[in-house]
């Protein structure tokens, strides 16, 4: 199994900024795709960014320019920098990722808990 534990989440006035941490921890032989979705009150789940491995990341249309995601490999830890916040990017923030385990073996996707972002004066 993989535990995700999130930290950084908080409130922030629009312009500011906040940095999410997910760390990824358990049997893990190797991590394909590691990033953050978001929801909002009333809204689905949405991809905010995600890094697959070995390839470029993907971000959505609505915190490009604004967000950078980053992935250490040696902790198994995404970073996820948010600058020049919105009111619109208001959500809880769940760190999601796809990893091959070893005990049991397979390839499986995880969540985290989920932590509070809040944009507002």
């Known amino acids: 199994q993989v535990q995700l534990v999130e930290s950084g989440g908080g409130l922030v006035q629009p312009g500011g900024s906040l940095r999410l941490s997910c760390a990824a921890s358990?049997?893990?032989?190797?991590?394909?795709?590691m990033g953050w979705y978001r929801q909002a009150p009333g809204k689905q789940r949405e991809l905010v960014a995600v890094?697959?491995?070995?390839?470029?990341?993907n971000y959505a249309d609505s915190v490009k320019d604004r967000f950078t995601l980053s992935r250490d490999n040696t902790k198994n830890t995404v970073y996820l920098q948010m600058n020049s916040l919105k009111p619109e990017d208001t959500a809880v923030y769940y760190c999601?990722?796809?990893?091959?385990?070893?005990?049991?073996?397979?390839?499986?996707?995880?969540w985290g808990q989920g932590t509070q972002v809040t944009v507002s004066s």
């Open positions: 999601n990722a796809h990893a091959i385990t070893d005990r049991p073996y397979g390839l499986r996707e995880y």
């Open positions: 358990g049997s893990i032989l190797s991590i394909n795709a």
């Open positions: 890094i697959p491995s070995g390839s470029s990341t």
